[in-house]
């Protein structure tokens, strides 16, 4: 991969979390682009259309579970990075969400700040 060259979907239908993640990871020089989707159905839009390196979604959205989105890309976009980012921190969620396959589980209260670390260890 070049410089710029991460394409990311955030997926949460908290507006003031969409906007500090979509303000913080623009920042970043490994990212091209910046999406954002607010529920199930606009997610799978624009993973087909956008083809996103990476996904972050929380657990809870409007119109179905983060969960079955996380299922969804997993089977049909398996090289999409998925990273949970969410209040629903508790062990089972994060055991769940491993299982189904995510790739990281960040606690939207305490692990903020690993967002930017985490997505610029993905840019090869």
Excluded: W
């Amino acid at each position: 991969m070049k410089k710029k060259d991460l394409k990311v979907l955030i997926v949460d239908n908290a507006l003031l979390v969409v906007s500090r993640v979509s303000e913080i990871i623009s920042e970043l020089d490994c990212v091209m682009s910046v999406s954002v989707a607010t529920t199930y159905e606009e997610a799978v839009k624009k993973i087909s259309l956008l083809q996103p390196d990476i996904v972050l979604l929380d657990i809870y959205l409007k119109d179905k579970s983060g969960l079955e989105l996380l299922e969804f890309i997993k089977r049909s976009h398996p090289s999409i990075k998925a990273i949970m980012l969410t209040n629903q921190s508790s062990d089972n969620y994060k055991n769940l969400c491993e299982k189904i396959g995510s790739d990281h589980f960040i606690d939207k209260s305490s692990e903020f700040e690993n967002i930017t670390g985490i997505i610029e260890s993905y840019h090869v």
